[in-house]
Nanobody, 114 residues
């Protein structure tokens, strides 16, 4: 059992920045990988960034160089630093953790105005 609580979403102008946070609780030691996904209206949910089981990071091409995924193990928190935001980044962003199954946060809305 893993619980994920997200924060940091909001409205921002194009070119601005936001930092999303995801605090994990419960059986955190069971977590194998974590990452961030997003879903825009009428679109499929897509991977934004994630850690691999080997400790590497993976980014979708559209955010590479602008977004950075990180974590603070002492705080059981994962972050997504989003810089140079574009209107096409507008979506609900979800925190994901995988142990024996997938766990999801409630989602946080990110809206980027042009």
């Amino acid at each position: 059992q893993v619980q994920l609580v997200e924060s940091g979403g909001g409205l921002v102008q194009a070119g601005g920045s936001l930092r999303l946070s995801c605090v994990a609780s419960g059986n955190i030691f069971s977590i194998k990988v974590m990452g961030w996904y997003r879903q825009a209206p009428g679109k499929q949910r897509e991977l934004v960034a994630r850690f691999t089981s080997g400790g590497r990071t993976v980014y979708v091409d559209s955010v590479t160089g602008r977004f950075t995924i990180s974590r603070d193990n002492a705080k059981n928190t994962m972050y997504l630093q989003m810089n140079t935001l574009k209107p096409e980044d507008t979506a609900v962003y979800y925190c994901n953790a995988f142990s024996l199954r997938d766990y999801w946060g409630q989602g946080t809305q990110v809206t980027v105005s042009s």
